[in-house]
T-cell receptor
Framework: SQQGEEDPQALSIQEGENATMNCSYKTSINNLQWYRQNSGRGLVHLILIRSNEREKHSGRLRVTLDTSKKSSSLLITASRAADTASYFCATDAGSGNTGKLIFGQGTTLQVKP | GAVVSQHPSWVICKSGTSVKIECRSLDFQATTMFWYRQFPKQSLMLMATSNEGSKATYEQGVEKDKFLINHASLTLSTLTVTSAHPEDSSFYIC??????????FGPGTRLLVL
């Protein structure tokens, strides 16, 4: 079953603009991760945020986590055409530390040059 | 990051045949590997958790007799789609767990059943 809902489902922006994607989940978590998937390819890990953290940065990426609202956001600043991809959040969904991940529906981002 | 490979990268087969997909962690040992399926324009759905030396744990709704998983060593897990049918056509992705927080994903295998 799917844990997360993401919005928007699709996002189209111009190069240089910021892109914000949101993810909501249903059950308690230990951590939440964001992944990128280029068309027809495997997943690339972007960032992990733990349940006791509220914000995390990595380069042009900024992730927030609000456990009271069971939601997270991914902000990509100064977007580039190469950022065009699908972005997924994934939670461990209270898996009892099995490492099992439950993915959200994903946001397809298109960055126009 | 660590490297996980999948073989083959794509396969076309006739309905009724079986297809084996290999997932290898190339530079670390993974006691746990995961198999996902992804239909076009959809998200990844976890199919099963593969543990080295023990039986795989399947998610609800996944037929264990149809999707055979073997985790024979700490660097290799195989998924066999038995008696494949057109509805099994999908993108199959594996991941290898370095620890409970870290998984490295393979590049995926595209299966087309005619």
């Amino acid at each position: 079953s799917q844990q997360g809902e993401e919005d928007p489902q699709a996002l189209s922006i111009q190069e240089g603009e910021n892109a914000t994607m949101n993810c909501s989940y249903k059950t308690s978590i230990n951590n939440l991760q964001w992944y990128r998937q280029n068309s027809g390819r495997g997943l690339v890990h972007l960032i992990l945020i733990r349940s006791n953290e509220r914000e995390k940065h990595s380069g042009r990426l900024r992730v927030t986590l609000d456990t009271s609202k069971k939601s997270s956001s991914l902000l990509i600043t100064a977007s580039r055409a190469a950022d065009t991809a699908s972005y997924f959040c994934a939670t461990d969904a209270g898996s009892g530390n099995t490492g099992k991940l439950i993915f959200g529906q994903g946001t397809t981002l298109q960055v126009k040059p | 990051g660590a490297v996980v490979s999948q073989h083959p990268s794509w396969v076309i087969c006739k309905s009724g045949t079986s297809v084996k997909i290999e997932c290898r962690s190339l530079d670390f040992q993974a006691t746990t590997m995961f198999w996902y399926r992804q239909f076009p324009k959809q998200s990844l759905m976890l199919m099963a958790t593969s543990n080295e030396g023990s039986k795989a744990t399947y998610e609800q709704g996944v037929e264990k007799d149809k999707f055979l998983i073997n985790h024979a060593s700490l660097t290799l897990s195989t998924l066999t789609v038995t008696s494949a049918h057109p509805e099994d056509s999908s993108f199959y992705i594996c991941s290898a767990g370095l620890d409970v927080e870290t998984q490295y994903f393979g590049p995926g295998t595209r299966l087309l059943v005619l």
